[in-house]
């Protein structure tokens, strides 16, 4: 159980092109949902907080505009890079908290690793 | 805020050698929750140990177990008989019963364990 997908896994495009993420909770509800993304040999940093049917909140110096998040059900939150640009290129990971087990544990997606040209 | 400090950046081991990560971590809440997560070569985040800040019994699953003492606020994990599929990055990581319950991560030690 606690199983979390992310699609793609892997995706290259060109500059100033847009990128939808895609988590999903295959087996259990989550209200909550944590976008994180890694650098080359570097720690997860949150980007943002995804709750069911509201807005996100994004951590200090995440630009919003540019990382859209959508939170629409309780098995699915998306984030799109708005205009990647190279900078962007990353591993971006989700997480998802299981609602009915009311613990802190997060469950993370395999990640989906962003190279933008 | 919250800190979780991972001073160990790469050890090397050879196998059936014993190693022990080290995490420490800073919080001012009194109710919060310390794991553990494997990130494996392909990057995958597998969970590995939860506990809450009220439960300091050490656990044990298999060759792995850790080691929760509040006095010096540390959440050290040892491997026992290390094999060469334990290479990996650990990471520690710390989430506090208010607000978001977001995780604070350490910056994560580099695990190679030689054949």
């Known amino acids: 159980g606690a199983v979390v997908s992310q699609h793609p896994s892997w995706v290259i495009c060109k500059s100033g092109t847009s990128v939808k993420i895609e988590c999903r909770s295959l087996?259990?509800?989550?209200?909550?949902m944590f976008w994180y993304r890694q650098f080359p040999k570097q720690s997860l940093m949150l980007m943002a907080t995804?709750?069911?049917?509201?807005?996100?909140?994004?951590e200090q110096g995440v630009e919003k505009d540019k990382f859209l998040i959508n939170h629409a059900s309780l098995t699915l939150s998306t984030l799109t890079v708005t205009s990647a640009h190279p900078e962007d290129s990353s591993f971006y990971i989700c997480?998802?908290?299981?609602?009915?087990?009311?613990?802190?544990?997060?469950?993370f997606g395999p990640g989906t690793r962003l190279t933008v040209l | 805020a919250q800190k979780v400090t991972q001073a160990q950046t790469e050890i090397s081991v050879v196998e059936k050698e014993d190693v022990t990560l080290d995490c420490v971590y800073e919080t001012r809440d009194t109710t919060y929750y310390l794991f553990w997560y494997k990130q494996p070569p392909s990057g995958e985040l597998v969970f590995l140990i939860r506990?809450?800040?009220?439960?300091?019994q050490n656990e044990i699953s298999g060759r792995y177990s850790w080691n929760f003492q509040k006095s010096t606020s540390s959440f050290n994990f040892t491997i026992t008989a290390s094999q060469v599929v334990d290479s990996a990055v650990y990471f520690c990581a710390l989430s506090v019963n208010t607000g978001r319950r977001a995780l604070t991560f350490g910056s994560g030690t580099r695990l190679q364990v030689q054949p």
């Open positions: 087996d259990f509800q989550a209200t909550t």
């Open positions: 506990r809450n800040s009220f439960d300091e």
């Open positions: 995804s709750n069911e049917g509201s807005k996100a909140t994004y």
């Open positions: 997480s998802a908290q299981d609602r009915d087990r009311g613990t802190d544990t997060q469950y």
